[in-house]
Nanobody
Framework: QVQLVESGGGLVQAGGSLRLSCAAS????????MAWYRQAPGKQRERVAV???????MYADSVKGRFTISRDIAKNTVDLQMNSLNPDDTAVYYC????????WGQGTQVTVSS
């Protein structure tokens, strides 16, 4: 059974940075297109970044130029570096495959204060 565990969230002021990490058991990240998603209060979950098995990346327009998704093969983690954060980035962040085929983890809360 695949378990996804997100970490690295927290409270940060606008303009600050955070680095999120996703670890998993039962899945090899390098063999899958992985993604970071987020869900803000009262909104649907949205996909914000994708990294393919060959490390090509795609970003939602709202985070392009500020967020960077990467994969550490040795650690089997998928990370999300978030810079220039603003209050609209406040959400619970999750990782999953690009097509969200596994059960969602608990996520990690990111709160950006103005």
């Amino acid at each position: 059974q695949v378990q996804l565990v997100e970490s690295g969230g927290g409270l940060v002021q606008a303009g600050g940075s955070l680095r999120l990490s996703c670890a998993a058991s039962g899945i090899i990240f390098r063999d899958n297109a992985m993604a970071w998603y987020r869900q803000a209060p009262g909104k649907q979950r949205e996909r914000v970044a994708v990294i393919s098995s060959v490390r090509s990346t795609m970003y939602a327009d709202s985070v392009k130029g500020r967020f960077t998704i990467s994969r550490d093969i040795a650690k089997n983690t998928v990370d999300l570096q978030m810079n220039s954060l603003n209050p609209d980035d406040t959400a619970v962040y999750y990782c999953n495959t690009r097509d969200a085929k596994y059960q969602w983890g608990q996520g990690t809360q990111v709160t950006v204060s103005s």
